[in-house]
């Protein structure tokens, strides 16, 4: 958006001091306050002889201005420069409209690849709300590279495999209910698991029955297999339920017993690079060297381990896909699991080791229900529902316009949750707080639906916008901190995705709906000249784009009125 600008300012900075254009152009920066001007650069950063503070001074004196650089001062070794701000918001408040729900996307990507793996609950065990983190996070992840260009995959890798499936089975045999089962699957096998596992420390021979029920399952014996393709099923079409909700797809639902032969040329491949030694029967991986632990890949009875499916896994991906990238959301508790793989893969000599990444995120601590400890996601988005329902209904007036006050609950409430989860950087465990979630004020999720429900009633009220409104009206100071902001937005997406942390889009999109809300009371549209009316209203109206595609892209769906 400043680009314009910026080579204008750098090709007489260039002949003022020497220094090439382009390292003048990179080095001017975006001020995080504009009381001094609209763009600064540090003169240090130009690499020139002489002392910062005086070449200042005379670069300041020296410069031209003109119809796109209206004044330049300096302070102390910056330069700061004032721009023709009917020019600038003009162009910003026009390409927001032309681009619309694509403002902010490039093509950055394009011709790439990328697996974006997340939410990954295991089949048997709840699917928690502390799942709602990676769930979240990934999403957001795979919709940023999507408005960059590249070809995202979203997947989802269920734990489905492993001794606890012989576990469950054996479970299912002994408190399993069909009906309950049909009626519940995630919540009943969950039920069933917890059961087993109780009976299990009084008969420690269950656990002996259910590791030669997951060799059967191993070995392809096909009872075996259909009990547990049954649970695996039933708990799929739940999960995708859940995620509907959540307003979140998967173009693939994989899993660790997707894994075929890829696991068995993994094992050859760990066996003939001489990397596996023998331990009483298990083969295990030495990565002491590089501070990484031992891990076993297979167990005596010969089945395998989450490491070494996790390797087959990667070799297939690759061959099926072609990735040019691949990110694993998973939690900080899995570090040193994760540090294996990748470490595991470079030592196999694969070509393409260097496009594994993790994300990982902190803990949610203290996420449960006010009624008691339950967990389960489901449960946890129902009470933030109802809560915001009941929120929604202290105003007679505004509940009666609203069209289908369940579905906008629903979405407030997982906005709430999920803004709550963002507004960190993603490493920090914090404290689930249901005051804070319930709250229409400061930086909360129902804040940001707020501002953008309130700038959608001005536009079914004031509107249509008329994109040839006279802009040079807007001289206020909030409406050039609007402008300002919403210039920023394609700027903020390209940080984010180096950073590929959600709290820069959702610090980002509160600073900009608390200056919409600033204006708001002294930068009135209804009862005031037409011109200015127009401008204004072509000013909120980009500024609501702006916040629906940031909420977007967060992975929540903007709401009108509420």
């Not at 650089?69 to 302070?75: G, L, N, P, S």
């Not at 339950?374 to 007679?396: A, C, G, I, P």
């Not at 079914?460 to 100071?477: H, I, K, Q, S």
Request: hydrophobic share 40%.
């Amino acid at each position: 958006m400043y680009d314009e600008f910026k080579q204008s300012i750098a090709a007489q900075l260039a002949e003022l001091s020497g220094a090439p254009v382009e390292t003048i152009a990179s080095a001017i920066d975006l001020p995080k306050a504009t009381t001094h001007g609209d763009l600064a650069i540090a003169v240090p950063r130009l690499r020139i002889k002489g002392n910062p503070v005086q070449l200042a001074q005379l670069y300041a004196e020296q410069f031209k201005t003109d119809s796109d650089v209206t004044a330049v001062v300096a302070t102390g070794p910056y330069l700061n420069f004032r721009i023709n701000r009917t020019a600038f918001t003009h162009k910003v408040l026009g390409a927001v409209h032309a681009a619309g729900e694509k403002y902010g996307w490039t093509d950055a990507g394009a011709g790439k690849r990328v697996i974006v793996e997340f939410s990954s609950p295991n089949i048997a065990k709840p699917f928690h709300a502390g799942h709602l983190r990676s769930t979240i996070i990934g999403n957001f992840i795979y919709k940023l590279h999507k408005a960059n260009g590249w070809d995202a995959i979203s997947m989802n890798y269920l734990g489905d495999w492993g001794k606890q499936y012989g576990l469950l089975a054996i479970g299912f045999s002994r408190f399993g209910s069909e009906e309950e089962l049909v009626a519940d699957p995630i919540k009943h096998l969950y039920d069933v698991y917890v059961a087993i596992n109780a009976a299990a420390d009084s008969e420690p021979a269950i656990h002996d029955e259910a590791r030669a029920y997951f060799k059967k399952m191993e070995d392809g014996d096909e009872s075996a297999l259909a009990l547990w393709q049954r649970f695996r099923d039933l708990s799929i079409a739940k999960y995708k339920d859940t995620y509907a909700r959540l307003g979140i797809h998967f173009d693939v639902y994989s899993g660790e017993s997707q894994v075929g032969e890829g696991m068995a040329r993994a094992m050859t491949m760990l066996e003939d690079g001489g990397l596996l030694t023998e331990d009483k029967g298990a083969k295990v991986l030495n990565l002491e060297q590089y501070k990484l632990e031992r891990a076993v890949v297979q167990k005596n009875d010969g089945t395998t381990l989450y490491l070494t499916r996790d390797i087959g896994a990667a070799i297939e991906r690759y061959e099926k896909y072609q990735f040019d990238k691949i990110i694993y959301v998973v939690s900080s508790q899995q570090d040193l699991h994760l540090k294996q793989l990748f470490k595991t893969v470079e030592l196999l000599g694969l070509p393409y080791a260097d496009r594994f990444q993790h994300i990982n995120y902190g803990l949610v601590k203290g996420m449960s229900t006010r009624k008691g400890t339950v967990v389960f996601l489901d449960d946890m988005l129902q009470e933030s529902k109802d809560n915001m329902h009941r929120v929604m209904r202290e105003n007679d007036k505004k509940y009666s316009q609203v069209e289908n006050p369940e579905h906008v609950a629903d979405v407030l409430g997982m906005t709430a949750i999920a803004v709550q989860d963002m507004s960190a950087k993603r490493i920090k465990d914090y404290d689930f707080d249901w005051s804070r979630i319930l709250n229409f004020e400061g930086d909360t999720g129902p804040y940001l639906q707020y501002a953008h429900a309130r700038l959608c009633s001005l536009e079914r009220n004031c509107g249509p916008v008329n994109l040839d409104a006279d802009v040079a009206l807007l001289t206020e100071e909030s409406a050039r901190e609007i402008v300002t902001l919403v210039s920023r937005y394609p700027d903020t997406l390209a940080t984010a995705m180096q950073t590929l942390e959600p709290c820069t889009v959702v610090q980002y999109v509160l600073k900009l709906s608390h200056a919409v809300s600033a204006a708001w009371e002294t930068m009135l549209v209804r009862n005031q000249p037409k011109e200015l009316a127009d401008a204004r209203l072509l000013m909120y109206s980009s500024a609501r784009i702006v916040i629906s595609n940031a909420l977007s892209l967060l992975g929540m769906e903007p709401v009108k009125r509420m």
